[in-house]
C-alpha cells in the first residue's frame, strides 16, 4: 500500500502544482481523495468542511479536512473503563494516519494546521474549534439528542479528527437536519439526567439539548479540562444498525 500512496502523493504533487497555474479544477483534491480512500477504505468516513473567516485569517488555512475511524467492535457495549481504553488505542491509530497525511501534504507544499481537540479549561468546556461542528458541516452525518456527532453509517461508534488545510476543496454546502425522530435511547441511558431530550437543529444552542456541566460534574476527568464522558448515551445509540446514508 505504501508504494501504492507514493505514487499518488508523487500525482498530488505535480497535479497541484498545476492547479496553482491553471486556477483549481479538483484534479489535486481527487488525487488527495484516492490519498484517503488507501488510508479510510470507505469514503463516508471523510469529508470538507468550510470554517470561519476569523480561523482562516488566524491559521491561512481555507477549510477543513474532517476524518473519522470506526470503533474496532461496532455492536460491543463497551464499560466505561473499555471505552476509554478502545478510545486511546484509536485514537493512536487515527494519528498515525493523520500523520501520514501530513506527510503527504508537506510534500505537496500545502499549508495545514491540527486545531486542538481538547476543550479550554475554562468551565465551558468548549474547544475552539469544535470537531463535531466540522464533522456535520462536511455533510458525515447530524448531532444527537446527547449533543454528540451521530454519522450517517456508524452512528455514534467513532471518534474525529480534524486538519485544517490550504487546498480549494469541495466543502459541503448543503443543509443537516436531526435524523433522531422519536428515538430517546440516549436520554434515558444517562443516569444523571443530563439530556433535555430536544431535537437538535442548526440554531440550537448546547444548553437546550444538555446540561454540560453536570454531565462534565459527573463524568470522569482527566486533569484539567479534559472531560472524559461516562460514555453510557454513546453505547446506547443503535444509529449505526440504521445505516441511513441518504444524509
Ligand atoms: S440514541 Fe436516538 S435520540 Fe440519541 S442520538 Fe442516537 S438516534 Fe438520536
Ligand atoms: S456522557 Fe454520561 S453524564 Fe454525560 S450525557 Fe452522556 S450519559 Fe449523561
Known amino acids: 500500500m505504501i508504494r501504492c500512496v507514493s505514487k499518488l502523493v508523487f500525482r498530488l504533487y505535480n497535479e497541484t502544482g498545476r492547479q496553482k497555474r491553471e486556477s483549481c479544477d479538483f484534479s489535486g483534491v481527487k488525487i488527495l481523495n484516492e490519498i484517503l480512500y488507501s488510508l479510510f ?4 468516513l471523510y469529508g470538507y468542511s468550510r470554517i470561519d473567516e476569523d480561523l482562516k485569517s488566524k491559521t491561512g488555512c481555507g477549510c477543513a479536512l474532517v476524518t473519522l475511524m470506526p470503533f474496532p467492535d461496532l455492536e460491543r457495549v463497551y464499560r466505561p473503563d473499555e471505552f476509554y481504553k478502545m478510545n486511546e ?7 498515525c494516519k493523520t500523520n501520514q497525511i501530513k506527510k503527504y501534504l508537506d510534500e505537496c507544499r500545502i499549508k495545514y494546521a491540527a486545531p486542538p481537540a481538547a476543550p479550554n479549561n475554562d468551565g465551558e468546556y468548549r474547544a475552539d474549534f469544535s470537531y463535531k461542528w466540522a464533522a456535520v458541516h462536511a455533510g458525515l452525518g447530524f448531532i444527537g439528542k446527547n449533543d454528540v456527532f451521530v454519522h450517517y453509517k456508524y452512528g455514534q461508534r467513532l471518534r474525529i ?3 485544517l488545510f490550504d487546498m480549494d476543496a469541495p466543502v459541503y454546502r448543503g443543509t443537516v437536519e436531526s435524523k433522531c425522530g422519536d428515538c430517546d435511547r440516549c436520554v434515558k441511558a444517562c443516569p444523571y439526567d443530563c439530556l433535555s431530550g430536544k431535537e437538535w437543529h442548526g440554531g440550537i444552542r448546547r ?10 460534574a459527573k463524568s470522569k476527568h482527566d486533569g484539567p479540562g479534559q472531560k472524559r464522558s461516562c460514555c453510557y448515551c454513546m453505547m446506547a445509540c443503535q444509529w449505526h444498525k440504521v445505516s441511513d446514508m441518504t444524509g
Not at 488505542?89 to 494519528?95: D, P
Not at 444548553?207 to 462534565?216: K, V
Open 207 to 216: 444548553e437546550e439539548l444538555i446540561d454540560y456541566r453536570r454531565c462534565a
Open 161 to 163: 479528527s480534524c486538519l
Open 41 to 44: 477504505l470507505d469514503e463516508t
Open 89 to 95: 488505542e484509536l485514537s493512536k491509530k487515527h494519528a
